[in-house]
Each structure stands twice: as C-alpha cells, then as structure tokens.
C-alpha cells in the first residue's frame, strides 16, 4: 500500500503538466473579449460579458486634445460631453431661477453674478470621481483595464502602444472596436487650430472663457452657447447655414429665439475666415457675410468651434485588416448585429455607421452584443425612434422622423401635421409646445416626430402609446 501511495504521488506532477497543456490548448487566446475603447457602450459590453464569466479586457488612452487638454475613463460623454455639460447648464438655469426669484419675494442682493474658478473645479472634481468610479467598477467584474493606445493586427490580434512607446500583443476570441469621435478643426481657417478650443476643452478651462464667439450651430454649439450666456457671459453664435441640422426646423427655430431673447447673439448665414491673436491676448475674428459678400470682424476671448465631429479610426489599422469603411464620414460599416466585415471584429457607438451618436443606444448596443456573443442571446439594438434631448436654454426633446425628413419619405400629402401650443405661467413650467407629425394612414407611429420641451419622459412615453388616428 505505501509503495502505491508513492506511486500515486509520482503521477501527480505528470497529471499537472497535462492539465496545464489542456489548458493551455484550449485557452487559444488572451481574452475572450477585447474592447478598444473605454467609452460608455464599450465599457458597457465589457461589464456585460464578463458577467458571463468570460475573460475581458478594455484598452482606452486618450490623446491629448489640440490644446493639451487630457481626461480619464469613461469617454466623451463623461468627460466632455453629456455630464459636464449638463451640470454647467443646471448652473444657468439655477442663475435663471435666482433672478426669478425675486419676483417671488425673495431678497437677493444684487448684482447676481457667477464665479467660473468656483464652478468649474466642482464640475472637474465630479468628473475625475467618475472616473475612478468607472476603474472600480471594472476591477469589480473582473474586467482587465489597460490604459494602451490599441490598434488591429488581424481579426484576432491587437497591438497595445502605452505613453512611453512600450508595445504588446495581446489575443481575443472577439474584438469589439468602440473609440467614438472628437471634434473637427476647420484647419482651412488661418488660426484655427492655433488660438481655437472645442467641446474637448471647455468644459476643463481654468478660467473663464470671457467673451466667446461659438461657431456652429449644431446642439453642441447651442447648448455651450447657452450654458455661456446663462451663466452671464457675453455669447455670440456664428451660423453657416441651419440651426440643428437634422431636428425638426420649426423647433430649431423656437429654440433659437428663446436664445435670443435671453441674450445670445447670431450671426446668421455667415462663415468665418481669419482668426489672429492681438497683443493683447484677445481674439480678432473675421468673417463673411455668405449673402451680401460683406467682411466683417470683432474681438474675443475666445473661439471655441463646434462644426462636427470625426470618428476616431486613423490608429485603428483598420483597412489593413480589411475592416471596411464609409469613405466619406471615416466610419466603420457593420451589420444589423454590430458585426463589421471582418470575423469576431465589431463596432459601436458613434464609431459605427448610420448610428445615433447618443450614449444610451451605445450602451444598450454594448450590452446585447455581449449577451449575442456570449449569453446564447438573439437580440438585436432597435435604432428606430430613439428619443434624445438637446440641453439648450429652453430644453427640447423629440423622437422620430422630422416633418422635413417625413415629407422626404413620405410626401407632403402622405403626413398629418398637429401642433399644440401651451404659455408657461412662469419659467419654471416648461412644457409649452407639444409638436406630431404621424403618417396620414394612422397605422405606423413608428413615422411620428414628437417634440416638446420640458417634461421629456412624459411626452415621449404619449408618442410611444399613440396608436390611433392623429389628436
């Protein structure tokens, strides 16, 4: 009996080794999943797969914007984007009601003014908590987080560069591509890039941004426009064409002379063409006016430019891979299942193309690609009538078709139109318009546009029920 124990324990050591190679053979490669990207939908898929037990790694690094500014985890909308933005316009709409307020009776001594140096350090403070939140989540579910500049070597294989220019490889049974975009520079205009900000920066200036011109006049442009002017500073708004592109007009319209009328300035149907710096630090901007060919200038603080933004795909070596791409907007094609022309790649959120560049949608979509690949899941992201909002002084909310995009489709005779318009007894109620636009044949209200403002939840949760002949 002792003789077999010993020979039993002699085996132990083979029986190791093979478990080992078993192991080894079966563990092809580093990670079940590797995400590049740690933004909202890619640390979403991440947290998603490694609930199944499954091996994840994300790589995120963040390159520095054009002026230096850098951040954390978390992507755009954590660090300059949704959250940032919307505590800076709760600051302007919170200047708005302490003015109101006296109205009300209460004693406010005046003048109300607003300290930038003491907002927006909260605001930094908040973020960088965020920030860490996001690390601890991940250690949490086990997700290996690698703060590496990653980019495709085949549809397996991803190469990770750190800060010091340190390589490694690493291995994944499926790629998930999510490093979303960053904001255009009209490099065109002399002075642009030199004396210019953007959405990057604003949101972590040290000072006030003083007297700001913004050009643009997407919702990017319109919220900074307004959170500036709220909070008391002297705001102008350079506009080459149409307010909103892509939102119903009629609305755009509502939202930009509420603007106006609460102190920012437009510069409508004009383009800029020169920026200088002056010996005195300021801004001298140029400009044109696109109807009457007339130049004209004036003197800022600062510019910050709002004119689109650009898919972050340059570093990806994706056309090596044979990843393919949209030509034209820079981003990547992919299927129904977020799938791109390659095997076990795939691609989501703003990087993708024809999806809404809206955090919710890319974390859902995060979320049901990891329950695809890993949870026996057939679910696919619905894209149609996502409801978003955009954050400008008279807050607007929609979902759906605009009435120029249903009358595109469908026809000026094929769509209903109804408007229903409420005044406010004072600021503070918010739902003044209530705006349908639904198929003339009553059956699809998946081709209605609803807007209002204000009570956003409500509105769209009345669009969502509708299933009827128009009000």
């Known amino acids: 009996m002792a003789a077999l124990c010993k020979w ?249 002379d509420y603007m106006g009328s609460y102190g920012t300035k437009f510069h409508w149907k004009c383009s800029p063409s020169k920026v200088e710096k002056l010996e005195t630090g300021r801004l001298l901007v140029s400009w044109t006016d696109l109807d009457s060919g007339k130049e004209d200038q004036d003197t800022f603080d600062t510019v910050l430019w709002a004119v689109g933004r650009t898919p972050e795909t340059r570093a990806l070596n994706l056309e090596k891979v044979g990843v393919k791409m949209n030509r034209e907007t820079g981003k990547i094609i992919v299927s129904a299942d977020e799938a791109t022309s390659v095997p076990h790649i795939y691609a989501i959120g703003d990087i993708a193309e024809g999806r809404p560049e809206l955090t919710p949608t890319a974390i859902q979509a995060g979320k049901l690609l990891a329950r695809r690949l890993f949870g026996k899941s057939s679910e696919l992201m619905d894209y149609d009538c996502v409801p978003t909002t955009v954050f400008t002084p008279l807050e607007y909310g929609s979902v759906g078709l605009s009435e120029e995009e249903a009358v595109r489709r469908h026809g000026e005779d094929g769509i209903e139109v109804e408007l229903g318009d409420w005044e406010p007894r004072d600021r503070t109620q918010t739902l003044s318009v209530l705006y349908l636009v639904a198929a003339s044949n009553h059956t699809k209200p998946a081709l209605a546009l609803l807007a209002c403002f204000g009570r956003l939840i409500s509105a769209t949760s009345i669009l969502l029920s509708w299933n009827g002949p128009s009000p």
């Not at 590496?148 to 190469?159: A, W, Y």
Request: charged share 20%; proline share 4%; with cysteine.
């Open 8 to 256: 039993r324990h002699r085996l132990k050591p083979a029986v190791f080794f093979q478990n080992a190679a078993r192991r080894q053979l079966s563990d092809k490669h580093d990670y079940d999943l590797l995400v590049i990207g740690g933004g909202s939908g890619g640390l979403a898929c991440s947290k998603e797969a490694a609930q199944f037990g499954k091996k994840v790694a994300v790589l995120d690094y963040v390159e520095s914007s054009p002026k230096g500014t850098k951040w954390g985890l978390g992507g755009t909308c954590v660090n300059v984007g949704c959250i940032p933005k919307k505590l800076m316009h709760q600051a302007a709409l919170l200047g708005g009601a302490v003015k109101d307020a006296q109205k009300y009776g209460w004693r406010i001594p005046s003048p109300i003014t607003h300290d930038w140096l003491t907002m927006a350090p909260a605001v930094q403070d908040y973020i960088r908590s965020l920030n860490w939140g996001h690390r601890v989540q991940l250690q949490d579910k086990k997700v290996k987080y690698l703060n590496l500049k990653g980019s495709l070597m085949d549809g397996h294989t991803v190469r990770a560069v750190s800060k010091t220019g340190k390589e490694s490889v690493f291995t994944a049974g499926n790629i998930v591509i999510a490093t979303g975009g960053r904001p255009k520079y009209p490099t065109h205009i002399p002075g642009s890039l030199e004396y210019g900000i953007s959405s990057d920066d604003i949101f972590w200036l040290k000072e006030s941004p003083g007297k700001t011109l913004v050009v643009g006049a997407s919702y990017v442009a319109l919220e900074c426009a307004g959170f500036l002017t709220g909070i008391g500073l002297d705001t102008s708004v350079m506009v080459r064409s149409i307010p909103l592109r892509g939102f119903d007009q009629q609305i755009a319209c509502l939202v930009t």
